[in-house]
Nanobody, 118 residues
């Protein structure tokens, strides 16, 4: 059972940066996909970014060019560097993991709050 712990959330002004971390309780193979999702009040959870291994990454259009997901190797956390934050980025951010060959993100963290004020 993989457990994921997020950290790095907080309250910032628009234009600021934050870096979120996702640390698995167990070493996850590099073939695992680690993703970030977010859920704003009154809205459905939405995809933000994911990375497979340390190089294959994808982003939602709303964050492309502002957010960067990274991972050095299977032993290190997965980071989400968020620059030029906007009030619409306010949400609870969740880290999730998906096994190679699976369509489902089966493992989820508890979430970390990001609040961006204008």
């Amino acid at each position: 059972q993989v457990q994921l712990v997020e950290s790095g959330g907080g309250s910032v002004q628009a234009g600021a940066s934050l870096r979120l971390s996702c640390t698995p309780s167990l070493r996850t193979p590099s073939s695992f996909t680690i993703g970030w999702f977010r859920q704003a009040p009154g809205k459905e959870r939405e995809f933000v970014a994911y990375i497979t291994g340390s190089r294959l990454d994808r982003y939602a259009d709303s964050v492309k060019g502002r957010f960067t997901i990274s991972r050095v190797n299977a032993k290190t956390p997965v980071y989400l560097q968020m620059n030029n934050l906007k009030p619409e980025d306010t949400a609870v951010y969740y880290c999730a993991a998906r096994r190679s060959g699976s369509d489902e993100f089966a493992y989820w963290g508890q979430g970390t709050q990001v609040t961006v004020s204008s």
